[in-house]
């Protein structure tokens, strides 16, 4: 053995460096209430204090721990807080939580059954959880990937798939060079990684794009006429929840009419799919079981830890022919029907199940519906006590959980806003632009938002633009 082997022997064991690691995360939750929810130190402050040089030898793990927490911490935006309202980004459920060190303590490889069955397992039945409240085919697959991004990817290869089939074209066997040539319809107003996705399967960006509403709602007639002036194989994207005004597509319509054109459509909801959980707020996604694929996170509005999105679609055998793997060495063909890689465009990855698991378990149906209920009533809070700030105005109808505010006429107001509230630590929120205007953009996505952080955030935001 090696003097450096010797050493890392020594080292403390991993027993030791998971009671250190529950100790910091103890402490880290207990201040979380005090702690500024923007991260007190800049990238260029927390790179210096990371930036140490490679060492030579071992390094004992309890010090390696220690150490981390000391540099990075500063750097770290209190997500799990309750007046963080920055992108759409959730909080994490005490549940989830805990099963996210398990996820880590099991290191579990997440690709096939016959080596994980436990992860395999948890992601059947919180596949199985999920269509289920989402009022999705219970049929569909469902594959658990990073986010969204890659939910939209592998849906859209779904789609890709089955659209080249029905026109003759194998895609798996043959590519896309000399394919049919498929229409990709996209609302104005889709989110940026949907662009990604297609640009990644090989559809370029030049899509067929119909104008929306002043909410950034597809045009039913715009696709009506957009779909009647071409023929051949065709995939819709259609939305749940715009990100900046929680806008959804009227999904029946979309799918009405996109299947009057024999169109795919695939229904990106990274967030706003979660509507359909709720009794109050189902309505929004009306006719969303007809669309052909859908792509969610549970990192959002579940309020499970990063990394994990939904990749859904009606079609099982679309999805594995897009996204299944085959070797040699792999379990057969039959066995590998459940096997989570068949359903993911990747092979080794995390066993993200547990946590979905966990969550859905921890909530239950009532505790789902009553996280989208309540984060939506916090962002009607929001939008009415903003109203009825001197020089403030609400831009959109607050149908969701998104609320778009702007401070003033110049956007130099709405900045100087946004950044003092940042400073202040007391709230984080990203700011955007909608329609040629700056504005604040307020997402509730956090279980553990309260009236008393709304009503607070709201003070600090009325404070910051008296004292411009
Ligand atoms: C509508 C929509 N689609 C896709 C995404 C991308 O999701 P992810 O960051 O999980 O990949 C987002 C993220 O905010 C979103 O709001």
Not at 179 to 207: C, N, Y
């Amino acid at each position: 053995m090696t003097s450096a082997q010797e050493e890392f022997e020594a080292g403390s064991t991993a027993a030791a460096v998971v009671r250190r690691a529950a100790a910091h995360a103890e402490a880290y939750l207990a201040a979380m209430p005090d702690r500024s929810v923007a991260p007190p130190a800049t990238y260029a402050q927390t790179l210096a204090a990371l930036d140490v040089p490679l060492p030579t030898g071992p390094t004992d793990p309890l010090d390696v721990l220690d150490a981390l927490v000391v540099a990075a911490e500063p750097g770290v935006a209190a997500t799990g807080s309750g007046r963080f309202f920055g992108y759409v980004i959730g909080g994490v459920l005490p549940a989830a939580l805990g099963a996210e060190l398990m996820t880590g303590v099991w290191d579990q490889n997440a690709a096939f059954t016959s080596l994980a069955p436990a992860a395999s397992a948890a992601e059947e039945v919180a596949a199985r959880w999920n269509l289920d409240l989402l009022g999705l085919p219970p049929g569909a697959s469902v594959g658990f990937t990073t986010g969204t991004t890659m939910a939209n990817l592998t849906a859209l290869a779904a789609a890709r798939h089955r659209v080249l089939a029905a026109a003759g074209w194998d895609v798996a066997a043959d590519g896309l060079t000399g394919a049919p040539p498929v229409r990709i319809v996209v609302g104005e107003q889709r989110h940026v990684t949907v662009d990604a996705a297609l640009r990644m399967l090989g559809f370029g960006s030049r899509h067929v794009v119909v104008d929306v509403d002043d909410h950034g709602r597809i045009s039913p007639a715009g696709l009506r006429t957009a779909l009647a002036a071409g023929a051949g194989p065709a995939i819709v994207v259609s939305q749940a929840g715009e990100v900046n005004t929680g806008a959804v597509n009227p999904l029946r319509e979309v799918c009405e009419i996109a299947h009057a054109h024999q169109a795919w459509v695939h229904v990106d909801g990274a967030f706003g799919l979660w509507a359909a959980a709720s009794t109050k707020y189902r309505h929004l996604v009306d006719g969303v079981e007809l669309a052909q694929s859908w792509s969610t996170d549970a990192h959002k509005w579940l309020n499970t830890p990063y990394d994990c999105g939904l990749a859904i679609v009606a079609d099982p055998a679309a999805h594995a022919a897009a996204t299944a793997t085959r070797a040699a060495y792999l379990p057969d063909e039959k066995a590998r029907e459940r096997d989570p890689f068949t359903w993911t465009p990747e092979f080794s990855r995390r066993a993200r199940g547990f946590a979905v698991y966990a969550a859905l378990r921890s909530l239950g149906r009532d505790g789902v519906a009553e996280l989208v209920d309540r984060c939506c009533s916090h962002a009607r809070r929001f939008a009415d006590r903003l109203a009825a700030v001197r020089g403030a105005q609400v831009l959109n109808d607050v149908v969701l959980n998104q609320v778009l505010v702007r401070f003033g006429d110049d956007d130099a107001v709405t900045n100087a806003v946004m950044a003092s509230v940042l400073a202040s630590g007391e709230a984080f929120m990203s700011g955007t632009t909608w329609r040629g205007r700056t504005a604040m953009r307020i997402s509730v996505s956090n279980w553990s938002t309260t009236r008393e952080d709304v009503d607070r955030t709201v003070a600090v935001i009325e404070k910051a633009l008296s004292e411009l």
